[in-house]
């Protein structure tokens, strides 16, 4: 059994905030990093949120160009990635736009929430228990005997932090936009926690691009 490659992607802002707190999803990027996130959807085989997010952005989660999805057809692959999600209660609307756009779903749980998640949800997903808690090595080996080669993990906060502290994320894309919030209380990229290797470790740097007025940082914690 083998896990997929594991992709953190985020936009933060220079302070290192995630959104403000208007209750409007706040735009960090730009139209040339929209652009690149997609192609980096394309390319995966899985795109995970939480339920923390579907909440706030009722996001479609799509690979929005025709051609990326066409070149996905002839290549043998679904047109969408399998579309996935974590959460912990299973307290999931099935009016979101997540349910109703794109390919397979997928939604991890614990024992009691995957009860409630199915109840809410019939066909419109798979839905996984994964014990008392939610194991986050137990969800990568679920993915890989899934066939699921590379996943993109898209946020929010809690799970990024958790894949982080647990030692399962492979690569961190980091967008940085040029601007403040400024939020004590606006979210952030990652939640305190106990990282491996806490503060001493140092990511590997791969690579710098420069989207626009965005620059995007390319790590690799594991190396």
Do not use: C
């Amino acid at each position: 059994m083998t896990r997929p490659h594991v992709l953190l992607s985020v936009a933060v802002s220079v302070d290192g905030h995630i959104d403000d707190r208007s209750g409007y999803r706040f735009p960090l990027s730009n139209a040339d990093d929209f652009d690149h996130v997609d192609r980096i959807r394309a390319e995966s085989g899985a795109i995970l949120v939480g339920a923390g997010t579907l909440r706030a952005d009722n996001p479609r989660l799509l690979v929005n160009s025709p051609e990326r999805r066409a070149a996905r057809v002839a290549s043998g692959r679904s047109e969408f990635p399998v579309k996935v999600t974590v959460s912990r209660s299973g307290d999931l609307d099935p009016d979101w736009k997540f349910w109703h756009h794109g390919g397979d779903k997928l939604v991890y749980s614990t024992d009691s929430g995957a009860a409630r998640a199915s109840a809410a949800l019939g066909d419109l997903a798979d839905v996984v228990a994964l014990g008392s808690e939610v194991d986050f090595g137990a969800l990568l080996d679920d993915l890989g005997d899934r066939g699921v080669e590379r996943l993109m993990v898209e946020g929010g906060e809690a799970i990024h932090t958790a894949f982080l502290a647990s030692g399962l994320a492979d690569e961190i894309r980091v967008a940085v936009a040029p601007m403040l919030i400024g939020q004590a209380d606006a979210p952030r990229f990652l939640g305190p926690a106990e990282f491996p290797g806490g503060p001493a470790h140092r990511f590997h740097l791969e690579e710098v691009l420069k989207l626009g007025d965005v620059a995007v940082l390319r790590y690799f914690p594991k190396r």
